[in-house]
T-cell receptor, first 111, second 118 residues
Framework: QKEVEQNSGPLSVPEGAIASLNCTYS??????FFWYRQYSGKSPELIMS????GDKEDGRFTAQLNKASQYVSLLIRDSQPSDSATYLC???????????FGSGTQLTVLP | GAVVSQHPSRVICKSGTSVKIECRSL??????MFWYRQFPKQSLMLMAT?????????EQGVEKDKFLINHASLTLSTLTVTSAHPEDSSFYIC??????????????FGPGTRLLVL
């Protein structure tokens, strides 16, 4: 079982819709959770970090964390074509020394 | 804030040569820097963790004699790919953790270096 799992996609949503990206992790002791956006050929860019159960909102982005279910998600409201990218979930804590990345979900927002 | 630069952004070299990649934190001091490698359509793979003034910690399967890491200051880490071969062609990305965050986990990524070994 992979330590951090994401659906690889591609996930396609129409412009203006809500995009929902999901991530599960195996280490129950994980404490820190991050979402990065990576455009093709570019390095990852931090979008959100979340450390406590519940929702955290920042502009059009909302991160949701449920430690009991070992699940973290990212919602993108009013999706724009410029949101088209690969979204990487990263987890830290527990037995891991460093960040562990999922394989990423490719999102395409159709105009 | 939290800008990390890498140099060069792209390098093409002949097989058997060595290539040095620099990673700098421009507006903060980085206690720890990380080096990742990413092959096309794959996720980031951590190669090594670099701590200022001490030896790097390499991940399993990464040859420390081939990928030399030096973290000479709180703002600079270098990765040298020695005797590069075509299979070393990849996208190399560094990231840095802000010392001022007091051990916080946020990592800031550099723009990456694309290496092509002919």
């Amino acid at each position: 079982q992979k330590e951090v799992e994401q659906n690889s996609g591609p996930l396609s949503v129409p412009e203006g819709a809500i995009a929902s990206l999901n991530c599960t992790y195996s280490d129950r002791g994980s404490q820190s959770f991050f979402w990065y956006r990576q455009y093709s050929g570019k390095s990852p860019e931090l979008i959100m970090s979340i450390y406590s159960n519940g929702d955290k909102e920042d502009g059009r982005f909302t991160a949701q964390l449920n430690k009991a279910s070992q699940y973290v998600s990212l919602l993108i409201r009013d999706s724009q074509p410029s949101d088209s990218a690969t979204y990487l979930c990263a987890v830290k804590g527990g037995s891991a020394r460093q960040l562990t990345f999922g394989s990423g979900t490719q999102l395409t927002v159709l105009p | 804030g939290a800008v990390v630069s890498q140099h060069p952004s792209r390098v093409i070299c002949k097989s058997g040569t060595s290539v040095k990649i620099e990673c700098r934190s421009l507006d903060f001091q980085a206690t720890t820097m990380f080096w990742y490698r990413q092959f096309p359509k794959q996720s980031l793979m951590l190669m090594a963790t670099s701590n200022e003034g001490s030896k790097a910690t390499y991940e399993q399967g990464v040859e420390k004699d081939k990928f030399l890491i030096n973290h000479a200051s709180l703002t600079l880490s270098t990765l040298t790919v020695t005797s590069a071969h075509p299979e070393d062609s990849s996208f190399y990305i560094c990231s840095a953790r802000d010392r001022a965050s007091g051990g916080g986990e946020t990592q800031y990524f550099g723009p990456g270096t694309r290496l092509l070994v002919l």
